[in-house]
């Protein structure tokens, strides 16, 4: 079956870094492109970047361009997340998402804190 699970997340200062990671099993990863999604508390879930199949195509939200890069090693089924100059109104729980077969697949979540 389609898993996805996150890691990465934690407390970070403004201004600092954190990578996610994105391990994906049960489908053939290098055939579907990926997402990834925020939620902040009280607010809705926003997507944050896509990535195609082979990462020749990448797209972002507009907060997060030039901050925030998406990334895959299909070799290692894993998508990363790499947000630079993280702010407060970063912190929020960072989702991976695919869909095979028309049916959307979302990983647990990983918390992102942004915090002095």
């Known amino acids: 079956q389609v898993q996805l699970v996150e890691s990465g997340g934690g407390l970070v200062q403004p201004g600092g870094s954190l990578r996610l990671s994105c391990a994906a099993s049960?489908?053939?990863?290098?055939?579907?492109?990926m997402r990834w999604y925020r939620q902040a508390p009280g607010k809705e879930r926003e997507l944050v970047a896509r990535i195609s199949t082979l990462g020749g195509s990448t797209n972002y939200a507009d907060s997060m361009k030039g901050r925030f890069t998406i990334s895959r090693d299909n070799a290692k089924n894993t998508v990363y997340l790499q947000m630079n100059s993280l702010k407060p109104e970063d912190t929020a729980v960072y989702y991976c998402?695919?869909?095979?077969?028309?049916?959307?697949?979302w990983g647990q979540g990983t918390q992102v804190t942004v915090s002095s």
């Open positions: 049960g489908f053939p990863f290098s055939n579907y492109a």
């Open positions: 998402k695919t869909q095979v077969g028309g049916i959307d697949y």
